[in-house]
């Protein structure tokens, strides 16, 4: 099926080229990066942890959102989920892909994660991260493979691949729920060191990764013959609403526990991220403003007659997604390093070749997308026609 990516317009081939190019760009900054050393980007000594570890943390969560579809399709036959599974599914390859890409980028030496598999340590969460994103990358090529050709063929789904499709339901919940412990299983860290980590990232998870499925999907219908049942896209937008008040709540239960209790630890972070703390307020307008855009994705996701506007639905699941991108893309990962343990602030400004290195591994998932996505929507659209 796979040639189906080769007959395109003018226009997918200069989106093909363009994401080339850019691809080319970041892999030159990353040959800087990679004779020079992790000293070119923002990182010290006090924030070892920057934008690669950021984008790879929320983009498990991007991953791990597919499951969102395939829950009601397999396990309660929800039928109207049967023709948009597999772009979900095609979202969580592409994002496990970058997942695993900025971690290759922030090791430094490449060559440095062979030691995950010649000296394993079980005890560590980084060994378990590893086999959990690795076996979701792989389940998921399987099944959605397997699932676009057996709809190629007018076939049901192979009965080999229906225990994977089942797998993948608790390896989804475990690839965050695993990331969640890297963070929560460090003591010195206050932000971190909370039991409602791995909650606040399924959450948040469940709202991001459904969030570019609508997007996507609302996109492919504009460029292309593929119809998406209405009712299946109302159904995954109140997912998407669901899922972002949850978040939220979670947020807001982090805010009591630290100014209600008066924990020191805790509200020296959440006092940087959102009022300012010593002098340093550089994060607290992006902050702010991930707040008010969730309630207004929320506000317009909730409202019937808002969702059910095409226009308005995109600008809903635009403003969650781009809500819990700043929420654990930035503030999460970022302001669990200050204050350091010794009670003072460094802050992190990433360099420009650490900027273009990431933008070039998102242009990476887009063009697994795109080439998916393509594969994909002809297979649709031959089968509307048939």
């Not at 209405?230 to 807001?252: G, P």
């Not at 707040?291 to 095409?310: D, E, Q, T």
Request: net charge positive.
């Amino acid at each position: 099926m796979i040639e189906r990516a080769l007959k395109g317009s003018p226009k997918y081939w200069g989106w093909v080229f363009f994401l080339l190019g850019v691809i080319t760009v970041g892999f030159l900054c990353y040959m800087y990066q990679l004779h020079n050393g992790l000293g070119i980007t923002g990182m010290s000594r006090d924030i070892s942890w920057g934008v690669y570890i950021a984008q790879f943390t929320y983009f498990v969560g991007v991953a791990a959102g597919a499951v969102m579809l395939v829950i009601p399709k397999y396990l309660h036959h929800y039928q109207k989920y049967g023709k948009i599974v597999v772009f979900g599914e095609f979202i969580a390859i592409a994002a496990v892909t970058m997942c695993l890409l900025f971690i290759v980028v922030d090791i430094g030496q490449p060559m440095r994660m062979m030691n995950v598999v010649i000296h394993p340590t079980p005890h560590s969460m980084l060994f378990y991260d590893m086999i959990v994103l690795n076996g979701y990358l792989i389940i998921n090529i399987i099944c959605g493979y397997n699932t676009l050709l057996a709809d190629k063929k007018g076939l049901p789904c192979p009965k080999w691949v229906k225990p994977f499709i089942y797998l993948s339901i608790p390896w989804a919940i475990s690839i965050h729920t695993v990331t969640a412990f890297l963070y929560a299983g460090l003591p010195g860290r206050h932000f971190w060191l909370t039991a409602i980590m791995a909650p606040r990232f399924l959450a948040s998870a469940f709202a991001a990764g459904p969030s570019l499925l609508i997007m996507l999907l609302l996109f492919v219908m504009k460029v292309s013959d593929f119809k998406v049942d209405k009712e299946a896209l109302q159904t995954v937008a109140k997912t998407v609403c669901y899922a972002m008040i949850v978040n939220m709540f979670f947020m807001f239960m982090e805010f009591f526990t630290a100014y209600y209790s008066q924990i020191p630890g805790h509200m020296a972070t959440l006092d940087y991220l959102f009022f300012g703390l010593d002098g340093y307020n550089e994060l607290v307008p992006l902050m702010r403003f991930m707040m008010f855009i969730a309630f207004v994705g929320i506000f317009v996701l909730l409202v019937p007659s808002l969702r059910r506007n095409h226009k308005w639905l995109a600008f809903g699941v635009a403003m969650v997604f781009l809500a819990t991108l700043i929420d654990k893309g930035v503030g999460l990962v970022i302001g669990g390093f200050i204050p350091n343990p010794f009670e003072t602030i460094t802050e992190y400004h990433p360099t420009f070749p650490e900027i273009m290195i990431a933008i070039s591994i998102y242009a990476v998932g887009a063009l697994i997308l795109t080439v998916l996505y393509k594969v994909a929507v002809t297979v649709r659209e031959e089968q509307q026609i048939a």
